[in-house]
């Protein structure tokens, strides 16, 4: 018997080796191996350098409505191997090429009792791991809704994470940093004050986290691809350090609803002991499908200014008017309406805005408000659908289209759907094909508020296939989208790169309505940016809002440099000078820059980073020798040090160097900078100071 024991121990050990498998990633930084336990439940871990960055985790799916789910009972039947190596040209970007490197092991699994198969697929680069669930056409699994997805990340200590609450309509929260197990304690405020929702857990954390291990390690998590399957949140079991997979409800509380042939989005682990390379790393839109668009020569970076931040602050309204105009039929009666005098789109201050834009080369001007219906959503019901054609009768559509063509100016337009979406795809075709009348080559849309039908949310399943819905509709009357309150990105940019920028996170708005930390911006290129660009609406210069509407006693939290160097280390292709002129006319010294700031890339590297505190970026600009360099800082002033060993050798620059002045701060004064020209080579070096919520913007331009 005793033989007989061992024996069967020496059997169980040799299967469960025979059923492990391993994967490495190119350069053999990162080991994963993938294992079945004794009941057949699927786990993975992952190692970074011979260190521990995923303990053992399970893997797997809860189903709805079905006696047996995709957790356990599996054995495997098929595993596969390959390498990929490609390079790939971006439409637009930070740099002019990527790499996209990984090797790849497909683990075919059965589950007995069922007879269903899945594939759990695993790609490894030399930056992180990407991994997902495909559900290939069979005969015992074609149909099934997803209960919640039960992936795991066991964490190997408690890390300081960069967290926002695990909200299912909103992501615009600044950052807290803490230990993993403070979570629960100091997330309690936000959980029963701010979350929009109150029906999940207040350890829940929202995607892409950033967290730092006691050793150095920098681990990001997130997804990509997010197509036709719910936005991810995490939630933690504190007491184990052990994230799982939280995918976001639907009205009726399912996850997903699936058919097979499909497959989930991929989940991402990103990993280094340099800062700098997770904000580097290329790894999620290598995850995204190559570019759907064949023909991407009209799309194309913008500049713009816009008639949005006198709204924003209060100076001026969205409203024509702000009585309730007389409603017959569905029809508001705006001719006999009496306008409010602070109407914001109106056509002399339309044509100031053109004529700045004209001026100093911008590329458009965003107006907001011109539609009809605000004052019904404001004021009346948010139940209010707008029909995105019918402009306030001070808004003239053809003039002024006329007269920013003569400008060379083109003006963006202005969805908000009002978070009633159903009533936005009913008009989409109509509302495009009038942008293509007026000459509109981009659109900023909007979901402000809660999703009609009612029960639904901003992230769930339905509303992402919306998204992406507008997204492909809009290519195919060859319009860019700039999405607001949408589900944050998930490098889908690569696929349509029509889709040149996204919101979703806290941005300059939130300055306007209390103020944002200094510190955020040193934080989002670790979280919000991992998944794409930002339309972060930087360039503020007035810093007490009251000058703009004494009513409102905001501040913005960051000094004029600050705000500068944001045009740098916030990459969009979609840059917008958000102050207004007039603010702009006081300091022309001070915006030369943001005239002269590029805003597509062929090179970029990151100099300095440390998530909540500073990071430098320097960038050179598509089809020149010109660089600019971009630093934003923290709370705590630091001398920064950097050197120009980017620049060509045997080249010549004339650098301009924008910086906080030495008595500058973000609260106390925001407008202290000063500008000086240097000349350098790639053999310069410079220490700057940065002060708190500063920074530094350089322009680098070739000697000729």
Known sequence: MKNLFFASLILFAFSSIAEAQQLKSPEGKFVMEFSLQNDGTPTYNLKYKNKEVIKTSKLGLELKDDKKSLLNDFTVVDTKTSTFDETWKPVWGEVDKIRNHYNELAVTLNQKGTERQIIIRFRLFDDGLGFRYEFPTQKNLTYFVI???????????DHTAFWIPGDYDTQEYDYTKSKLSEIRGLSEKAY?????QKNFSPTGVQTALMMKTNDGLYINLHEAALINYSCMHLNLDDKNMIFESWLTPDAKGDKGYMQAPSHSAWRTIMVSDDAREIL??????????????????WIKPVKYIGVW????TGKSSWSYTNDFPTVQLGVSDYAKAKPSGTHGA???NVKKYIDFAAANGFDAVLVEGWNEGWEDWFGHSKDYVFDFVTPYPDFDVKGLHEYAKSKGVKIMMHHETSGSVRNYERHMNKAYQFMKDNGYDAVKSGYVGDILPRGENHYDQWIVNHYQYAIEKAADYKIMVNAHEAVRPTGIARTYPNLIGNESARGTEYQAFGGSKPNHVTVLPFTRLIGGPMDYTPGIFEMDISKMNPDNKSHVNSTIANQLALYVTMYSPLQMAADTPENYNRFPDAFQFI???AIDWSESKYIEAEPGDY??????????????????????????????????????????IYADAKDAHYKTNPQAYTIKKIAVTNKSKLSQLSAPGGGYAISIIETK
């Open 192 to 196: 029963t004050a701010n979350v929009s």
């Open 595 to 597: 005239k002269d700031v």
């Open 147 to 157: 209960k919640e997805e039960r992936s795991q990340f066991a964490m190997a200590g």
């Open 615 to 656: 990071v430098t970026v320097a960038r050179k600009a598509k089809g020149t020798n010109n660089w600019f360099v971009g630093n934003v800082n923290g709370e705590t002033p630091r001398t920064s040090n950097i050197d120009f060993s980017f620049l060509e050798k045997g080249k010549k620059y004339t650098a301009t």
């Open 346 to 348: 109106n056509n002399a």
């Open 309 to 312: 931040w006198e709204m924003i």
């Open 280 to 297: 580097a790393s290329k790894m999620t839109y290598n995850l995204n499908d190559p570019s759907k668009i064949d023909n991407t020569s």
